[in-house]
C-alpha cells in the first residue's frame, strides 16, 4: 500500500514560481509511474502531468506545457511539480498520485493518492 504525501502548497502570486513535492513510501517507488492532479472547486480533477519510472517519458496536459515540469529522485523516493508563470486559473488543490505500471498517461491507472496541497494563485 503506497503512502503519499505532498507538500509545498501555499499562496503565490501570478507569474511567480512555486515548486511542490511528493515523498512516497510503502511500495518500490522507482517501479512506477507518478503523476500530478488538480481540482479546482467546482470541477472536475485533472491530470496536470506524469512521469514514468526511470522519468524518460513525461505527459502534460496543455494548459501547463511549458510552463510546468515534472520530475522525480528515484533515490529519495520523491516526485516534484516546478510550476512557472503561476496564472490564477492554477488555483487548486493539487494531489501527487501513483500508477500501478512503469509508464502511463490514463489518468485512471492512477490508483493511490495524497491528501492533496492548496495552491492559491493571487492577481
Known amino acids: 500500500q503506497a503512502q503519499l504525501v505532498e507538500s509545498g502548497g501555499g499562496l503565490v502570486q501570478a507569474g511567480a514560481s512555486h515548486g511542490l513535492s511528493c515523498l512516497a513510501s510503502g511500495r518500490t517507488f522507482r517501479a512506477y509511474a507518478m503523476g500530478w492532479f488538480r481540482q479546482a472547486p467546482g470541477k472536475e480533477r485533472e491530470f496536470v502531468a506524469a512521469?514514468?519510472?526511470?522519468?524518460?517519458?513525461?505527459y502534460y496536459t496543455d494548459s501547463v506545457k511549458g510552463r510546468f515540469t515534472i520530475s522525480r529522485d528515484n533515490a529519495k523516493n520523491t516526485v516534484y511539480l516546478q510550476m512557472n508563470s503561476l496564472r490564477p486559473e492554477d488555483t487548486a488543490v493539487y494531489y501527487c498520485?501513483?500508477?500501478?505500471?512503469?509508464?502511463?498517461?490514463?489518468?485512471?491507472?492512477?490508483?493511490?493518492w495524497g491528501q492533496g496541497t492548496q495552491v492559491t494563485v493571487s492577481s
Open positions: 512521469i514514468s519510472r526511470t522519468g524518460s517519458t513525461t
Open positions: 498520485a501513483s500508477a500501478d505500471r512503469p509508464w502511463t498517461n490514463r489518468a485512471r491507472e492512477y490508483t493511490y
